[in-house]
Every structure is written in C-alpha cells, then in structure tokens.
C-alpha cells in the first residue's frame, strides 16, 4: 500500500484553511484548552484506521478524523478491506502554547520590630513556552504594613493605592525572571502574614505557583515568664523570653535561692533552659541586654519550676 496515497492534513476549529503535511512533520501549534483537527485525506478503498501518537496507538481512534488537544507527534496508519495496513504517514507535530507564570514573595530573615523598616522581595517568572503579556502581580500588604518605597530606581509601571501594590510588565518572555524589591515598615508586633498574586492574558497550566505567601513574626517588648513546666507537653518546657531574638547581644544567670548560680549562658541565651538536674523551686533570674543604641540594661526576677 503506498503510504503517500494517504497524507494527513489538519484544520483549526473555526477556520477554513486546510494544512497539508510535508515530508518533515509540520508544526502546528494551538494555545492550551483549545484543540485541532487532523483528517485523512483520501479514504478512497480504506475500510479503517488507526491514529498514534508519539509512535504509540491512541485508544478508540480509528475514524478518518481526530480532534487533538494533546502535545504530540500525530500520525495515521490506513487499512484497506482486505486488512493491508499502511506505514506511518507523514504527520502533525502538535505544540500546546501557554505562560506558566511563577512568582514568589519572601521577606528579610532578619528579626524586626515595630516601626523598623524591613525589605520584601518579589519575583515573577515566565516557566512556559511562549512569551506571557499582559502581565499583572497584586501585593494587597496587610493593615500592619506601611509602604515606604522602592529600592534601587524608580519604576513606572508600579502603583500603590490604598497599600495595594501593583506592578504591571508589558511582556515577560519565556524563561525571563524579573525581580522587584520593596520597603516596609510594621506598625506592631504580631505575625504578619503577607500575599502576592500574578495574572497573564495567556492561558496558565499550573494555577498553584500563581500566588505565594510570606510570614513574618513582627517581634515585640521583652517578656519574661516566671513558671516553667519541663513535662514534654509542649507548653512551657522551657525558659522561653518573647522578643529577646531582637537583642542579640545578651546574657542569662540563673540563682538558687541561696545565691548559687546554677546556670549561665555561653553567649546569648537560646531560650533553651530547663531546670535539667535541678529541684522544684523557686529560682531567680539576671538578664543582661545591649540594646541597638549601644546602652546596656539589666532586669532581675523569680522563676518557679515545677515537675510533674
């Protein structure tokens, strides 16, 4: 049977031109969610057919015409009424076209206070196979966040209204990556949980890397505790001061109540003590911090441990 006697040709949905295929695998390409359709072109003395793609029978497709909305290489094996079957035909190299946009939000990993500055980072990444416009990222930062700017030069295609961000790219081509730093400052200590989202004109197969989350743990006045309960519960098993990660420069001495001192910290103190070795008791504590303006301070005060 002469192969070339069977040549596949192709039609997009709603239009009218016909493709006929080369000796080469002719390139057809479609944006995703869309389809096309390929035929055989003369069935003259054909009773059936089978369609392959990537070299591999598809299931159930064995008319004259198949509708494709999968990437592939397509080809067409004919057979005859007395069950002579073709080689592969010259065929259809399918190419799904989309914009797998990608962006991710992250803060500075320093610990920060009310009122201090801090910086986010926002990147936006074309993953797909075509050039993405059109492009869109939303930062709505959160009540407790103030802007303050951009770092490095201005930008023009970025606003803010009402502590919404908006940063508008023209074009991002596939696999570029652009990158936009920000300013903020947080009006109070709490965690911060901030959210950025991007959008494209053209269709996106991996909606899940289209938005990216950011926590931040705003961190406020020292605070001291004055039980510990080293059970494994979870739940004060250790001597834990909120806040002291923003005096890194510190000391911790721990007394019995005879003025022995049974703990001292190597360095800045961890939040790591438990009492190991130690009796129920009240004991009592020395904090030595130097704050960020040079200044140094001390505060003294009592600890009960109780073991179940």
């Given amino acids: 049977m002469n192969v070339k006697r069977y040549i596949l040709l192709a039609f997009f949905l709603l239009l009218a031109n016909w493709a006929f295929a080369q000796a080469n695998p002719t390139v057809v390409r479609i944006r995703l969610g869309s389809s096309v359709k390929f035929a055989v072109r003369d069935q003259a003395g054909l009773s059936s057919f089978q369609w392959y793609r990537d070299g591999k029978p598809i299931a159930n497709a064995t008319a004259p015409l198949y509708t494709a909305s999968v990437a592939g290489l397509y080809q067409v094996v004919a057979i005859n009424a007395d069950g002579c079957k073709s080689d592969l035909s010259d065929g259809f190299l399918l190419i799904i076209e989309y914009a797998d946009?990608?962006?991710?939000?992250?803060?500075?990993?320093?610990?920060?206070?009310?009122?201090?500055?801090?910086?986010?980072?926002?990147?936006?990444?074309?993953?797909?196979?075509?050039?993405?416009?059109?492009?869109?990222v939303v930062d709505k930062l959160p009540s407790n966040l103030k802007y303050i700017g951009i770092i490095g030069d201005p930008m023009d295609n970025v606003t803010v209204v009402n502590n919404v961000?908006?940063?508008?790219?023209?074009?991002?081509?596939?696999?570029?990556?652009?990158?936009?730093?920000?300013?903020?400052?947080?009006?109070?200590?709490?965690?911060?949980?901030?959210?950025?989202?991007?959008?494209?004109?053209?269709?996106?197969?991996?909606?899940?890397?289209?938005?990216?989350?950011?926590?931040?743990?705003?961190?406020?006045?020292?605070?001291?505790?004055?039980?510990?309960?080293?059970?494994?519960?979870?739940?004060?098993?250790?001597?834990?001061?909120?806040?002291?990660?923003?005096?890194?420069?510190?000391?911790?001495?721990?007394?019995?109540?005879?003025?022995?001192?049974?703990?001292?910290?190597?360095?800045?103190?961890?939040?790591?003590?438990?009492?190991?070795?130690?009796?129920?008791?009240?004991?009592?504590?020395?904090?030595?911090?130097?704050?960020?303006?040079?200044?140094?301070?001390?505060?003294?005060?009592?600890?009960?441990?109780?073991?179940?």
């Fill in 101 to 136: 946009l990608a962006v991710h939000k992250i803060s500075e990993k320093r610990y920060v206070g009310p009122g201090e500055a801090f910086e986010y980072q926002i990147s936006v990444q074309n993953n797909g196979n075509i050039d993405a416009t059109g492009v869109e």
């Fill in 165 to 308: 961000i908006s940063w508008k790219i023209p074009l991002l081509a596939n696999g570029q990556k652009m990158v936009l730093s920000l300013k903020t400052t947080a009006i109070k200590a709490e965690k911060v949980i901030n959210i950025a989202t991007v959008t494209a004109l053209e269709p996106d197969p991996n909606l899940a890397n289209n938005i990216s989350t950011d926590v931040k743990e705003i961190i406020g006045e020292v605070v001291v505790p004055n039980v510990i309960t080293p059970n494994g519960d979870g739940k004060n098993d250790v001597f834990k001061i909120v806040g002291l990660e923003l005096h890194p420069e510190n000391t911790l001495s721990i007394f019995n109540r005879w003025g022995n001192e049974v703990y001292r910290s190597n360095g800045p103190y961890k939040n790591d003590w438990n009492g190991n070795g130690l009796n129920e008791g009240t004991y009592y504590y020395l904090l030595k911090i130097k704050e960020k303006d040079g200044s140094e301070r001390s505060s003294t005060g009592w600890i009960t441990l109780i073991k179940d």
